[in-house]
């Protein structure tokens, strides 16, 4: 079955850097787009980037622009989201998901269980 572990939150001043992993199981990771979500305390959970099956980046959710980074290595069947100069406003929990296409416009069919990440001023 799919499978979605993320990995590398936790508590950072303002100004520093996470880089947070998805590790993907069950399904062929090498031919699907992968996304990162996140919530923040209190609000919707909102799109933040996404990659194509080709490495291909979708852009960036506009508060994040010039911060994150999104990347994945397709022989460790894992996505990352290289995240610099942290802000307050970034905290929250951080998804990964996939859906079964190549390409990014859709739904999102799975979704890991979440990893916090927790920015102090």
């Known amino acids: 079955q799919v499978e979605l572990v993320e990995s590398g939150g936790g508590s950072v001043p303002a100004g520093g850097s996470l880089r947070l992993s998805c590790a993907a199981s069950?399904?062929?990771?090498?031919?699907?787009?992968m996304g990162w979500f996140r919530q923040r305390p209190g609000k919707e959970r909102e799109w933040v980037s996404c990659?194509?099956?080709?490495?291909?980046?979708?852009g960036y959710l506009d508060a994040v622009k010039g911060r994150f980074t999104i990347s994945r290595d397709n022989a460790k069947n894992t996505v990352y989201l290289q995240m610099n100069m942290l802000k307050p406003e970034d905290t929250a929990i951080y998804y990964c998901?996939?859906?079964?296409?190549?390409?990014?416009?859709?739904?999102?069919?799975?979704w890991g269980q979440g990893t916090q990440v927790t920015v102090s001023s």
């Open positions: 998901a996939t859906r079964d296409a190549k390409y990014c416009a859709g739904h999102w069919t799975y």
């Open positions: 990659i194509e099956w080709n490495s291909q980046s979708w």
């Open positions: 069950g399904f062929t990771f090498s031919s699907v787009a």
